[in-house]
């Protein structure tokens, strides 16, 4: 210590050793001479922070350059043994007071170097700071306590662990400051970018933003910095590799002793939804977000069955597997799920179909699934089964939709994780089970979900009953029509014959023509006719008529007399109003010439084509079957020679409409002389063609056609019969051969 007493040259440390208060001073014993004391004013540069560059050279006080609390303050020799140095928290705590030394410090050096420096005075303030000093010290030394320490701790820990969330959390974040500027990017924005945090922090946010999207991003960051409600906008980010589209959400986010609230920006999907706004654009929270999202949801509810129901209305036609097929597809768009439709037949459960949601790829997937139907103890049986549905919204059980045809379970292929299966019954049977299996992102299932499903089930369910019933009567409308058809039609030497019968589009029920071609007691016979109406009725008045007149033509060769007694047999039935409009003829070869014999009851009478194209519309004429009880049917006598066509139509042939209402009537005569000398089968075919093209394929009415083409006659025409068959009595009427009024139109 006495070597630090001694007064190295100078006269500041002449004045400070003969000072008796410096030398009784403890603080001035510790401190170093006044004449080498940086402090005082041996610094060249006049700098106020003597412990950056005015260190004293060697041989000076070192002690004072090294003080560490201070940061070169002249007392640092009374560090020497100390306690470690306080946490850095609790020396930023005398910071503020260090500076202001530190400043006063640089003004005593200031004065120290002026011409009329006093040494008195400048030695008084030294000594003042350096009290100030020692109580600074004091209070460094005395260290924080053990509690203000551990909060400390538990202080910087948390802050570790939020900046380690922040540069971990698995979305692109960028924290901003008020002016827009970014302050600090965690690594998955760094990745979106493709640049390192480095080189984005300090730019303005905007200039990261595709430059068309520039001004909505910044008037979006303007509102929320004055609503304080966050907000959100897609945009497009600009990527090393280039243009990244994106969705922006903003908020602010507000940290102690800021002065301000940061913005927070945080980087999603570019197809994430957008979410409820309010009418200024801003988020809405709370129960109205809540009541609005139930809304939407039940109005997406309410379109998805709209929906359905319409498709089951246009499919209604169609067969019933590609209206299941259409309607599942439907559904797994709908509800973003797997829709599994199973149908039971003959008491058995069978796959039908496997559809997924909308955009993914699942060719393989479904066909594994398909190819496995539902077994005993499965959820589609058991629901089927009960008739009740059930919904799973957890669904731990791999096995409850049953397994592939791999073995492995429905459920694991599908990554499914919440499913409902609801029958598919319309409250008497059950035709099915529809299943709709959910992915975890997609959410669970919920009950309003299942209240869905059942409707739909419910009405898949009367359509599948509609359409099977359909099915039913079809093919019973189908086999009574074909049974006032024949079958085959006959082959006759010298005489071609063919037939076209197309139904009407309007009305799927049993048609009201018939016709038939069929062998006589002298020859061969014809009919053509058509019963007023359409359905069961109809049909069934169309066969009474067409088996009436095939039996009373088997025994009598005469038209008229068949047409008169068939009137009888109609109008004397029980139960109808509707009449039947028919034709009945006998033809065969006598001296090289067809002749024909023609009886009309209310009929169109039929053209005569000649090979040269000259057209002959016969009347017709005659009453109707079955309106009034005494007949009188028209008769008509005609010769053919080879190559004359007689064409029989039905009135659905003439009243075929165009688009306009023009009726195909207007035409059908230079139609058919258009096509005079060519075979049967090509005129019938070719005047069905005319009427399907003439309609655009509306047929209102059944279209029934016979040709009769006469060729060469036969080498030997066939003998007439030696003998009439007898004819047979008929209650309530005389002997027919005996009547002198039955007609005389025989062969």
């Known amino acids: 210590m006495a070597s630090r007493r001694g007064n190295p040259p100078g006269g500041l440390g002449r004045a400070v050793g003969a000072d008796p208060a410096v030398g009784t001073d403890p603080a001035v014993g510790t401190y170093a001479a006044a004449g080498t004391d940086s402090a005082v004013g041996t610094d060249p540069a006049g700098d106020t922070d003597p412990a950056v560059d005015n260190d004293p050279p060697a041989g000076t006080d ?3 350059g090294t003080d560490v609390a201070v940061d070169g303050g002249p007392a640092a020799s009374l560090l020497s043994g100390a306690r470690e140095p306080a946490p850095a928290a609790d020396l930023a705590a005398g910071s503020g007071e260090a500076a202001e030394l530190r400043a006063r410090i640089a003004s005593l050096r200031r004065a120290a170097r002026g011409p009329d420096a006093s040494l008195r005075p400048t030695m008084d303030a030294v000594l003042g700071e350096l009290d100030l000093t020692v109580k600074l010290l004091g209070k460094l030394r005395s260290g924080p306590s053990a509690a203000e320490i551990e909060r400390a701790g538990a202080a910087d820990a948390e802050r570790r662990l939020l900046r380690a969330v922040f540069q971990e959390v698995p979305a692109p974040i960028f924290l901003l400051e008020r002016d827009f500027g970014v302050r600090r990017v965690n690594r998955q ?8 945090a480095g080189s984005t922090t300090g730019k303005p946010f905007t200039a990261l933003v595709d430059p068309g999207a520039g001004g909505a991003v910044r008037a979006q960051l303007t509102a929320v910095l004055r609503t304080g409600r966050p907000r959100r906008i897609r945009c497009k980010l600009l990527g090393a590799t280039g243009k990244v589209d994106t969705t922006l959400t903003f908020d602010l986010l507000r940290r102690p002793g800021e002065s ?9 999907p570019a197809n994430m939804p957008q979410p409820l706004t309010a009418a200024d654009g801003t988020f809405m929270a709370g129960r109205s977000v809540t009541a609005d999202r139930a809304i939407a949801e039940t109005t997406q509810r309410l379109d998805l069955i709209s929906a359905v129901s319409r498709l089951l209305f246009e499919n209604a036609a169609f067969g019933e597997s590609l209206m299941l097929r259409r309607c599942a597809s439907l559904f797994a768009s709908g509800l973003t799920a797997w829709v599994i439709v199973d149908v039971a037949k003959e008491g058995e459960m069978r796959r039908l179909f496997v559809a997924g949601p909308a955009g993914e790829r699942f060719a393989d997937l479904t066909r594994a699934i398909e190819d496995q139907g539902p077994l005993p103890g499965s959820l589609p049986w058991a629901v089927n089964a009960s008739g009740r549905s059930r919904l799973i919204a957890d669904a731990s059980d791999p096995a409850v939709l049953g397994g592939a045809s791999s073995g492995v379970p429905v459920l694991t292929l599908l990554g499914a994780t919440s499913v409902l299966c609801t029958p598919l019954t319309d409250g008497e049977r059950s035709y099915g089970t529809l299943t709709l299996a959910r992915r975890p992102e997609a959410g669970p299932f919920a009950a309003a979900d299942l209240e869905l499903a059942d409707e739909i089930g419910q009405q898949l369910a009367v359509a ?4 099977r019933m359909f099915l039913r009567r079809s093919a019973i409308s189908d086999a009574l029509q074909a049974s006032l058809l024949p079958r085959d039609l006959p082959s006759i030497p010298g005489v071609e014959i063919a037939t076209a019968y197309t139904p009407s589009t309007g009305d799927l029920g049993v048609g009201g023509d018939f016709y038939d ?15 007023c109406g359409k359905g069961e009725d109809a049909g069934a008045v169309t066969s009474l008529a067409r088996y009436a007149i095939r039996v009373l033509a088997h025994w009598n060769p005469a038209p008229a007399d068949v047409l008169r007694l068939a009137n009888e047999v109609v109008h004397t039935q029980p139960g109808t109003d509707q009449f039947v409009t028919a034709i009945a003829a006998t033809f065969g070869w006598q001296d090289d010439v067809l002749r024909v014999v023609l009886a009309s009851a209310g009929h169109p009478g039929p053209i005569l084509v000649r090979p040269d194209g000259r057209i002959r519309v016969l009347p017709g004429g005659g009453l109707p079957l079955g309106c009034f009880g005494d007949a009188r049917p028209a008769t008509e006598h005609l010769d053919l020679e080879p190559g004359d066509t007689l064409f029989f139509y039905s009135d659905g042939v003439t009243e075929a409409r165009d688009a306009k209402g023009g009726y195909f009537e207007a035409r059908f005569a230079d139609e058919l002389a258009a096509l005079a000398g060519r075979p049967a089968r090509e005129v019938v075919a070719a005047v069905r063609e005319l009427v399907l093209e003439f309609s655009q394929g509306e047929v209102r ?28 009595e008929i209650p309530g009427r005389p002997n027919q051969r005996d009547d002198p009024a039955r007609g005389t139109d025989q062969l």
């Open 701 to 728: 009415d059944d279209v029934t056609m016979i040709a009769l083409r006469a060729l060469d006659p036969p080498a030997q025409p066939p003998a007439q019969p030696t003998a009439q068959p007898p004819a047979r």
């Open 517 to 531: 071609v069929y062998p006589g007691p002298s020859g061969w016979g014809l009919m053509i006719g058509d019963v």
């Open 260 to 268: 301000g609230p940061l913005i927070m920006a945080v980087a999603g």
């Open 189 to 196: 924005a760094s990745a979106l970018l493709g640049a390192d």
């Open 62 to 64: 070192s002690a004072v």
């Open 464 to 467: 599948i009953k509609v359409g």
